[in-house]
């Protein structure tokens, strides 16, 4: 008869062995992934930071053109919800006066039955069923007639406001996702810079101070940590093509070294149409809130035809704008971490000029 032993189980001290070992296994595979992957060169960082920084900037344009519907949509409805207010009062009031109508004729024991119709509160079916108004009299035929074009009208006024509610609704939901993604590759970008030490990030605010200050004549100088140069280029002697082109780009010199933060419009800082739309309301002349709405503002014109105080519009989807400010060099509000400063128009592609 075949005996049947149980397995003999594992001795505590056996499983704490394997457990450990494998522990010191994972970790070991971990230490040689990290070695394995080098870590960022400071030049690799900086490409991805800027990356974002464009990224960011995009985004940033949605978001104010989309907070510019919010704030046009909060009008409409305001005053649509007034206009309904107020059809609903004259609706009250034309009512009450059919309604002094029908306590009379009770008072004295005789309602008309086209008086009792008020009271249904649906005038415009009794109108629509009527063969003849003879039973009516001209008076309360045209108070009846009154009742329910407002009725219809009010009907057609709460729609509206009903649908422009919505669209309030969704476009402030679109702002939030803009926020959420501008916030995001803001705390991405700094991710990446945090991961380099100060030595290789001062190195790099060097680059950018050369970079920006570029082709205009001046030693770089620190402005808000972001580079450029606080003093003012050789901006050569060409005429602005407009005294309010002038006065814009005057206003707009005033904020060199205010800083670059998303979604401002001044005073104290500002992005860069927030820049544009400041420098120009200073001047008298309103400019839409984005930089793409902005490139439709004026007259198109080519790198050849600028003057000082035209707009400059630059990356394909014309996400950054600026003023030029003559001799090949543009004033804006150029990113985050960056502080208004003249920069050669160069440094960025270029798409064309508007003359507003």
């Known amino acids: ?31 040689a992934a990290a070695q394995a992957a080098p870590k960022p060169s400071k030049q690799d960082v900086k490409a991805e930071v800027d990356k974002l920084y464009e990224q960011a900037e995009q985004a940033t344009e949605k978001y104010n053109g989309a907070k510019e519907k919010q704030e046009k949509l909060q009008k409409e409805v305001d005053r ?34 086209s008086v009792q119709l008020f009271l249904s509160g649906d005038p415009e079916t009794y109108l629509d069923k009527a063969s003849t108004l003879d039973q009516l009299s001209g008076q309360q035929a045209q108070q009846l007639q009154a009742i329910a074009d407002k009725q219809h009208r009010l ?4 729609d509206e406001a009903s649908k422009k509610i919505q669209d309030l609704a969704d476009t402030r939901k679109s702002l939030g996702d803009q ?12 991710e990446l810079l945090n991961s380099l030490t100060a030595k290789e990030r001062a190195e790099l605010q060097k680059q950018e101070q050369e970079r920006a200050s570029r082709g205009t004549g ?23 093509s407009s005294g309010r082109a002038a006065a814009a780009l005057a206003a707009a010199a005033t904020k060199i070294g205010s800083p670059y933060v998303w979604g401002a419009t001044g005073p104290s800082s500002f992005d860069c149409s927030g820049l544009t739309s400041w420098a120009y309301q200073q001047a008298g002349q309103p400019l839409p809130r984005t930089s793409q709405a902005q490139a439709g503002a004026g007259t198109r014109l080519g790198m050849s035809q600028l003057k000082p105080g035209d707009l400059v519009l630059f990356y394909g989807d014309l996400h950054h704008i600026g003023l030029y ?18 920069e050669s128009i160069n440094n960025m592609p270029f798409q064309f000029g508007v003359r507003v």
């Open 80 to 113: 649509l919800q007034d206009k309904v207010a107020r059809g609903q009062d004259e609706l009250n009031e034309l009512r009450k006066g059919l309604g002094a109508v029908a306590s009379g004729q009770y008072r004295s024991g005789s309602i008309d039955p």
């Open 1 to 31: 008869m075949a005996s049947h032993r149980r397995p003999k189980q594992p001795s505590r001290t056996r499983v704490t062995v394997l457990t450990a070992t494998a522990a010191a296994a994972v970790a070991l595979s971990s230490q």
């Open 155 to 158: 009907a057609q006024e709460r």
């Open 325 to 342: 400010a003559g001799n090949g060099q543009v004033l804006h509000a150029p990113k985050p971490g960056a502080s208004v400063r003249y």
């Open 218 to 240: 001046d030693r770089p100088t620190l402005n808000g940590g972001g580079g450029g140069t606080t003093a003012k280029p050789d901006l050569g002697k060409d005429a602005p």
């Open 179 to 190: 926020k959420d993604q501008v916030k995001g590759k803001l705390a991405k970008a700094q």
